[in-house]
Each structure stands twice: as C-alpha cells, then as structure tokens.
C-alpha cells in the first residue's frame, strides 16, 4: 500500500482559499455558508472559521486544529460548528485528505425533496461520482448530524442532507471540490431529464459494468453503485431505428 501524501500548512491553507473562492463565484454558498477542511497528517487538519463568507477568506484566518478537537493555532474566530461532522468523516475514513460542505442551488433542492441522486444516468456521475444518497434530517452543527454521516464514508463520495445541504469529500481538496461540481452538475441534469423534459434513459447493468472498468483502469474511484435497468433504453437513433 503507498504511503499518504500530505498537503504541508502552507498547501493546505492556500487550497482552502481557493476552493473556498471557487465554491463562492459559482453560488454554491451565500454569506457565510458552508465549511471547508483539509487534512495535513494523520490526525491534523486545517479548516475554515464560522460567520465568513468563503470567497473573502484570508490564511491568517483559518483554523488548524487535532481530530479529538484540540486547537493548535488558530485567531480571533472559532471553527464551524459543523466541524463535528469533517472529524466523523476523517475518522471514519482515513483515506480522506479534503471535505467540502456547501448548498449548491439544485442539489440542495433534491436533499430539501429527500430524493437521492442514485439512478445510472449520466455517464460521467457513473463513472466520476457514484451514488449520492440523501440521509435523514437532523440539526445541522449537531452531533447527530455527525454520526448520521458516518455510515456513508468508506462507501460513498458524498451526500445529500435532507433540508440542508450536500457533502463531498476526496483524496484531496481538490477532488472533493471536483466531486461537489460533478454533484451540482449531475443533479441539474437530472432535474432537466426527469422533471421538465419527463423522459429519463437509464444505462443497463452492462453498460454501467463496461463504464466501471474503465474507470478501474484509469485508477478513479467510484462510489457507491447507481441503479440500473435491466435492458439498454438508449440504442435508438433519433429516427427510432437500432
């Protein structure tokens, strides 16, 4: 097995800024909304403070503290209450380096309806994103919502949480930044397909299989399993011939 890599303090908190400035300029999250952590050892990380907007956040604000919750270097602001849930991810699964928690406009809509994105229907979630289930209400920066997280983290790449908002995590910040674009992205289409356009194909088994494979191959790590239809609904041409 390869050793993890870390991010050092500076990486870390120049990551943070940024995913946190990415996050702010596509309206993932308004005023202060949303956390941020990155992981720079093994029981180490780096997180943003509660009551800033992300895409205004300096270095010299943001938080480094232990996974049993010890400070170690921090200003004049308190880390988010939410924090509970990054140390149940982290300590879940240590392979996790970087989480992001946001409110993006349309995924957040699905988790406020507590419809899962799970259906195999866009080749790119299958492959890049997996499964996103939505998990029960509970109040957010509280412990329960930490814990009902927890169950998720070894299988999945996010989630949805019912009347709140999303989750995604990753090897790196980056690519749990990645994975809350592909979210956004996949619940949108999948807003257009299912609930204006009414017509949804759904991939068979096989074709999500062969999708799979080749994501093994490139070394992507897939999420929990989308559903699948039985048979292929998507081998005709726009005339109706096969």
Same mark, same amino acid.
């Not at 999945?156 to 999303?166: E, I, K, S």
């Given at each position: 097995?390869?050793? %993890? ?8 908190? %120049? ?7 990415? @996050? ?14 990155? &992981? ?16 205004? @956040? ?19 602001? #308190?880390?988010?209450?939410?924090? &509970? ?16 928690? *946001? ?12 419809? $899962?994105?799970? @259906?195999?229907?866009?080749? #790119? ?17 509280? %412990?329960?919502? $930490?814990?009902?997280? $927890? ?29 809350? #674009? ?8 999948? @807003? ?6 009414? &017509? ?6 096989? %074709?999500?299989?062969?999708?799979? *494979? ?10 929990? *399993? ?15 011939? &096969?």
């Amino acid at each position: 097995m390869n050793k %993890q890599v870390f991010p050092d303090d500076h990486m870390a908190k %120049q990551s943070i800024v940024e995913v946190g400035r990415r @996050m702010y300029e596509k309206k993932f999250v308004a005023a202060s909304d949303g956390n941020i952590s990155c &992981k720079v050892s093994e029981d180490v990380i780096w997180t943003t403070p509660t009551g800033v907007s992300k895409g205004f @956040m300096l270095e010299e604000t943001l938080i480094k503290m232990r996974l049993d919750g010890t400070i170690l270097s921090a200003g004049a602001m #308190e880390p988010s209450s939410e924090i &509970k849930m990054h140390i149940c991810i982290y300590n879940e699964n240590p392979s996790i380096c970087g989480i992001t928690h *946001a409110h993006p406009p349309v995924s957040t809509s699905f988790a406020i309806a507590g419809i $899962a994105l799970d @259906m195999a229907t866009y080749s #790119e979630a299958v492959v890049n994103l997996g499964a996103i289930p939505c998990v029960h209400y509970e109040t957010p920066g509280s %412990q329960g919502l $930490a814990d009902s997280v $927890a169950p998720y983290c070894r299988d999945y790449n996010g989630l949805l949480l019912a009347n709140h908002g999303v989750l995604t995590w990753g090897r790196s910040l980056m690519e749990a930044l990645f994975r809350l #674009e592909s979210l956004e992205h996949f619940a949108l289409i999948h @807003m257009y397909t299912s609930r204006l356009i009414g &017509k949804t194909n759904v991939l068979s088994k096989d %074709q999500v299989e062969e999708l799979l *494979a080749n994501s093994n191959r490139l070394g992507i790590v897939a999420g929990g *399993a989308l559903r699948s239809a039985s048979v292929p609904s998507n081998l005709l041409d726009i005339g109706g011939k &096969k």
